[in-house]
T-cell receptor, first 115, second 112 residues
Framework: EPEVTQTPSHQVTQMGQEVILRCVPISNHLYFYWYRQILGQKVEFLVSFYNNEISEKSEIFDDQFSVERPDGSNFTLKIRSTKLEDSAMYFC?????????????FGPGTRLTVL | GNSVTQMEGPVTLSEEAFLTINCTYTATGYPSLFWYVQYPGEGLQLLLKATKADDKGSNKGFEATYRKETTSFHLEKGSVQVSDSAVYFCALRLVWDEKLTFGTGTRLTIIP
C-alpha cells in the first residue's frame, strides 16, 4: 500500500540553525500538508500546499517557515532559524483531492529537537 | 472557532473490556469527522470516518456515530485487545477548509 515517508526520523539541531525536513507524499496525491505536535499537546496544522503554492497557513507558520516542492516527489519544510519552542514532532500528510471527506495520509513524523 | 474536545486520558482497561472514548466538537458548519490512531513509534493512521449526520464509521471492531444533535463522535469497541494500545485522536475537517483540527489525543493502555 502506498505510504507517505519522512526523513530524517530524528533531527537534533542547535538554536538558530536552519533545518530542512523532507517528505515524499503518495505519488498521485495533489494536496500536501505539514502538522506538528509539541510533546503532550495537540496535533496542530501548519500549512497546506497545492499547485505549487501555499493554499492555507496557520498563525504558527510565520516568516521563519517555508515549504517547497523542489521536484515531482519531495515536499520540504524549512525552518530558517530554529528556536527552542520549535522542538516537536513534525508530520507530513497528503491527499488526492481537496474535499473535506478525503482522507489525509500521514507520514511517521520527524522528531525535531532544538538545543 | 472550530475545536475538538476529547476525553482526558490516560485510559487503562483490561483485555476484552468495553471501550468508549468521548469526543465532542464545535464547528461553524458541517464537518467531516475522523478518528486517527497513533501506535507507539508510528505516525497517525486513519481509523474511521463519517462525513454526515447519522453516518457510522467502523473499522477493526471500532465504531463511531456522527451525532449532529449532540455534536459528538464517540469511539467505541466492544472487546479491546492488547494490540489496541495506542493514542487515539478525534479530528474534524470543514467542507471549505484545508486542515484537520485535532483533539488532544487519548492514550489507551490495555492490560492482559
Amino acid at each position: 500500500e502506498p505510504e507517505v515517508t519522512q526523513t530524517p526520523s530524528h533531527q537534533v539541531t542547535q538554536m538558530g540553525q536552519e533545518v530542512i525536513l523532507r517528505c515524499v507524499p503518495i505519488s498521485n496525491h495533489l494536496y500536501f500538508y505539514w502538522y506538528r505536535q509539541i510533546l503532550g499537546q495537540k496535533v496542530e496544522f501548519l500549512v497546506s500546499f497545492y499547485n505549487n503554492e501555499i493554499s492555507e497557513k496557520s498563525e504558527i507558520f510565520d516568516d521563519q517557515f517555508s515549504v517547497e516542492r523542489p521536484d515531482g516527489s519531495n515536499f520540504t519544510l524549512k525552518i530558517r532559524s530554529t528556536k527552542l519552542e520549535d522542538s516537536a514532532m513534525y508530520f507530513c500528510a497528503s491527499t488526492g483531492a481537496g474535499v473535506s471527506t478525503d482522507t489525509q495520509y500521514f507520514g511517521p513524523g520527524t522528531r525535531l529537537t532544538v538545543l | 472557532g472550530n475545536s475538538v474536545t476529547q476525553m482526558e486520558g490516560p485510559v487503562t482497561l483490561s483485555e476484552e473490556a468495553f471501550l468508549t472514548i468521548n469526543c465532542t466538537y464545535t464547528a461553524t458548519g458541517y464537518p467531516s469527522l475522523f478518528w486517527y490512531v497513533q501506535y507507539p513509534g508510528e505516525g497517525l493512521q486513519l481509523l474511521l470516518k463519517a462525513t454526515k449526520a447519522d453516518d457510522k464509521g467502523s473499522n477493526k471492531g471500532f465504531e463511531a456515530t456522527y451525532r449532529k444533535e449532540t455534536t459528538s463522535f464517540h469511539l467505541e469497541k466492544g472487546s479491546v485487545q492488547v494490540s489496541d494500545s495506542a493514542v487515539y485522536f478525534c479530528a474534524l475537517r470543514l467542507v471549505w477548509d484545508e486542515k484537520l483540527t485535532f483533539g488532544t489525543g487519548t492514550r489507551l493502555t490495555i492490560i492482559p
